[in-house]
DNA sequence: TCTGGGGTCCTAGGACCC
DNA sequence: TCTGGGGTCCTAGGACCC
């Protein structure tokens, strides 16, 4: 049965959420009508574009680049700090309205999801109504705009949402791609980054249709099984389904880059107690343990590095994910001035999944008390209420610098 | 005050086993 | 003893996405 599948992307998302919020609140100024970005603290190291109102677009602020550069192109930028709590809000009211109208949804990321309609068109109904309608309920109930694409295969859905924006339906079915699709640059391509988009640029690959009509053969010798899957994106043909059955994560991370460069295990370790208490504190909420940890740097010469290692047994202990945490740090650590620092865990399994060996039950014990009692606390007063002594001392030497 | 933070998936090499 | 080769697990690194 021929697929029915829309990609949803919200416009400008953290840009146009923080607009109809302030606007909700009694604001005055919308920031999508005047050049505003939502950004880092630079003041902390964290300087870059996140989102950007379409004005700000006009004098060629990109997402990603350094707020010094955008406000080079437009002195008056306004940047407003991010607040993910109201992103999530805003996300959970749109995926609430996308249940109206189907249960097989795949929220893609925090503003984008894939709807797969196939089933719930009745006959002699269009999906393009169906769009228009979802469109224009956004707009009014939410108050802010999307841009949707209607396709037989998903990832030509994600392709039509990208055309055209903001506010604006594009269908792109596989009998169009040859007029639609194949004479865009091969960089506008799903998965086609920077790398791919040099090498496939040295053997004369210019658009999506030069990639498509190249032998199957040539690109996967050249690229491997990347280069079949965007064969076969550029060909129409990704045959990936919507992935509508809820997913538990495979790994949790957190990193930071820190407001200045440090230069010991000894600056470092706090930071990295931190942020390992923070993933073993998320990994408890997620009810899964983990069976890898995993601690990676970069320096201020932008060189990333890593190690990670398999834990004796798998488990969601703050104590024991922060001790491996810090082995990896010791042995990983090579003197040079560390710009950011990261941890993450992988290798999850959920708890109530799997048949804990006697091993593992040994560990109800002390420590998962005490992370119980912190958890609790942190969901009573607050993340920043629950701080070791450690912690409090590194806060202290930050005013320094 | 130049370059965030959260993810997923893939590859390649070494160890080890049969 | 002129020495294969498949499979799995583990680690490090990298590409790409939003």
Redesign the pocket.
Known sequence: MEKRILHIDVNNAFLSWTAVDRLKHGDKLDLRTIPAIIG?D??Q????V?AKSNIAKQFGIK??E???QARKKCPSIINVPANHSLYKKYSDNLYKLFCEYTDKIER?????CFLDLTEFIKPGEDVLKIAIEIKERVKKELGFTVNIGISDDKILAKMASDFEKPDKIHTLFKNEIEYKMWNLPISEL????????NKLDKLGIKTIGDLAKKDERFIIKHF???GFMIWSYANGNSNEEVNYKESR?????????LPYDMASIEQLTPVLVRLSEQVSY?LRKENMIAS?VNVQLKNNK?E???????LPHRTDSSKEITKAAKELLEELYKGDKIR?I?I?VDGLSGKDEIQLSLFDEKEESKDKKIDKTVDYLKEKFGYGMIKKASEIKREDKQIKP
Do not use: A, C, W
């Open positions: 880092g630079e003041s190291r964290k300087g870059i996140v997402t990603g350094p707020i010094y893609f990321s925090i503003d984008e799903f998965m086609v980054g920077k790398k791919s988009l491997g099984k990347y994560p495979k790994g949790i991370g957190n990193s930071v880059t998320r890898v932008f990333v590095y890593s190690h990670q290692k398999k950011l990261g993450r």
